[in-house]
């Protein structure tokens, strides 16, 4: 008698529940309930006679025994989805953050669909690691910060270049003079995806040991391109997402912008780079690095 075989649905279950670290989220992913994804997990130790996860008081964690088979798990799922992929692609999704989002992405979309009137394209707001084939997107724009993933194909976009900004009037209100010693005195604008923004301009600009503390820290670079707009302060930020606001007068670089440590990357999904929709859109940001809004 052959022996009893485990259900696509528990390995399933099983796999996200290890991928994420929780139970409670893998249900959210499979939108099912907690309960049904303990069930499923009991179900496979019971059939194999060992214990897969640990159970800690918020997340979970893989036994040895768990590991291994999560591993081989994650990568049948995802031969699975790329091969479906291949034959019946979704819309064609670009992902990138919020902040680049709104302050060169859309300014600049209309471009786009005017000239690719047929291609629907979806935004998706994200700036961390991503599955490509999993999440269902064709080009994600990053910072070379974030790992990229596994067969990805990666295409330099733009080095990162960096500067201080404020308000056209808030030097000159704070009685300041343009000279990086005298920012010590003003009010310094920072954010908490990118704590070592200051320590690098200022390596970059040759005061590589002064010392400048953040007094207002924002969550996203956007909140702290607004108040250093609205005259709360000066603010260190790439170049690409301010080129428009410096360009209408909205902020000032007294300083200029200067070569960043990092660079700007598109990550192509490489189950559609045959896509001639996605083939335009790569074409079309990389023509639009340099082009105002």
């Not at 670079?221 to 606001?245: H, K, N, S, W």
Request: aromatic share 6%.
């Amino acid at each position: 008698m052959n022996a009893p075989r485990p259900s696509l649905n528990a390995l399933r279950a099983f796999e996200v529940s290890v991928r994420l670290g929780s139970m409670s989220r893998a249900a959210e992913e499979l939108s099912v309930t907690p309960g049904a994804i303990s069930r499923h997990i009991q179900t496979l130790e019971s059939l194999f006679g060992v214990v897969l996860l640990k159970r800690l008081s918020h997340s979970v964690v893989a036994t040895d025994e768990g590991a291994r088979l999560a591993a081989k798990l994650t990568e049948g799922f995802d031969l699975i989805n790329t091969s479906v992929a291949q034959l019946q692609p979704g819309p064609l999704t670009l992902s990138c953050s919020a902040t680049i989002m709104m302050h060169w992405l859309i300014p600049r979309l209309g471009r786009f669909k005017q000239k690719h009137p047929n291609v629907q394209l979806h935004l998706d707001v994200n700036y961390a690691e991503i599955d490509l084939v999993r999440d269902e997107v064709g080009v994600a724009i990053r910072n070379d910060m974030v790992p990229p993933p596994k067969d990805v194909i990666v295409k330099h976009l733009m080095k990162e270049e960096v500067g201080l900004v404020c308000a056209p009037h808030y030097l000159q209100n704070a009685g300041l003079e343009a000279r990086i010693e005298d920012l010590q005195r003003a009010r310094i604008l920072g954010t908490k995806t990118r704590p070592s923004a200051w320590g690098d301009w200022l390596s970059a600009m040759g005061f590589p040991t002064m010392e400048i503390p953040e007094q207002d820290v924002y969550e996203h670079f956007y909140l702290m391109i607004q108040a250093a707009a609205c005259g709360l302060g000066v603010a260190i930020t790439p170049r690409m997402i301010v080129q428009d606001e410096v360009a209408s007068g909205r902020l000032i670089a007294p300083f200029g912008f200067a070569a960043g440590k990092f660079n700007i990357l598109l990550w192509i999904a490489p189950h559609l780079r045959q896509s001639k929709d996605l083939q335009a859109l790569v074409r079309w940001i990389t023509s639009e690095v340099d082009r105002p809004g």
